[in-house]
Structures are given as structure tokens and as C-alpha cells.
């Protein structure tokens, strides 16, 4: 499956972007799929997950109320609503996918990775 991250930008402290992860060679409803972060010096990070059937996900603590992932299998896409974002939030955002079980956190079980999509949150 090749999947294409789009939905970054620049964006004041308190704003929000949606980002989007459109999946195209299979159908995306065969995989879990995860939002993970970059920020600059720091290691990649997982954001958010969520199953097959979208009935379960995770958030990591840091964005919990903030952040929405949702999936929509009949269009082959992912979303990650981001809103109250901070500055902390900066960081290259990429989209994953995983034959894993359930709603996987660990990247080392996502078999396919976007691009990346850039979000810069300014203070």
C-alpha cells in the first residue's frame, strides 16, 4: 500500500489543521493505521492509532483531547484533527499502516510509512 500524507502548514498557537493520510493499492480497511511525530533532535513518537474497524485507538497523553484520528475505509483515508495547538505540537507528521493487531503503538510493527507532512505551530 503507498500512502500519501497532506495537511501541513503553518499555524498560530490555538489554531487547527486537519491532516490527511489517502492510501491507495489496497484497501485501507486490511490495516491499522497510526499518526507518529518528528520533531527537530527528538526521536519519532506515535501520536495517535487506530484499529481496522476504527472501534478502538490510542493518543499519547500529550495531545489527548486535542487530537481526533479518524478513518474513512470507503474513501482509503485516515485523518488526524489536530486543534489548541502549541508550539510543542512542531514536527514532521507521517502516517503509517500495520497488519498488526488492534491499535498498535509500536513503529516497529507499521509496515508502510508516508512521506511526512510538515506542521509548525508558531507561539
Known amino acids: 500500500v503507498q500512502l500519501q500524507a497532506s495537511g501541513g502548514g503553518l499555524v498560530q498557537a490555538g489554531g487547527s489543521l486537519r491532516l490527511s493520510c489517502a492510501a491507495s493499492?489496497?484497501?485501507?480497511?486490511?490495516?491499522?493505521m497510526g499518526w507518529f511525530r518528528q520533531a527537530p533532535g527528538k526521536e519519532r513518537e506515535v501520536v495517535a492509532v487506530?484499529?481496522?474497524?476504527?472501534?478502538?485507538?490510542y493518543y499519547v497523553d500529550s495531545v489527548k483531547g486535542r487530537f481526533t484520528i479518524v478513518r474513512d475505509n470507503a474513501k482509503n483515508t485516515v485523518y488526524l484533527q489536530m486543534n489548541s495547538l502549541k508550539p510543542e505540537d512542531t514536527a514532521v507528521y507521517y502516517c503509517?499502516?500495520?497488519?498488526?493487531?488492534?491499535?498498535?503503538?509500536?513503529?516497529?510493527?507499521?509496515?508502510?510509512w508516508g512521506q511526512g507532512t510538515l506542521v509548525t505551530v508558531s507561539s
Open positions: 487506530i484499529s481496522r474497524s476504527g472501534g478502538s485507538t
Open positions: 493499492g489496497r484497501t485501507l480497511s486490511m490495516y491499522a
Open positions: 503509517a499502516a500495520s497488519l498488526g493487531v488492534g491499535a498498535p503503538i509500536t513503529q516497529y510493527v507499521y509496515d508502510y
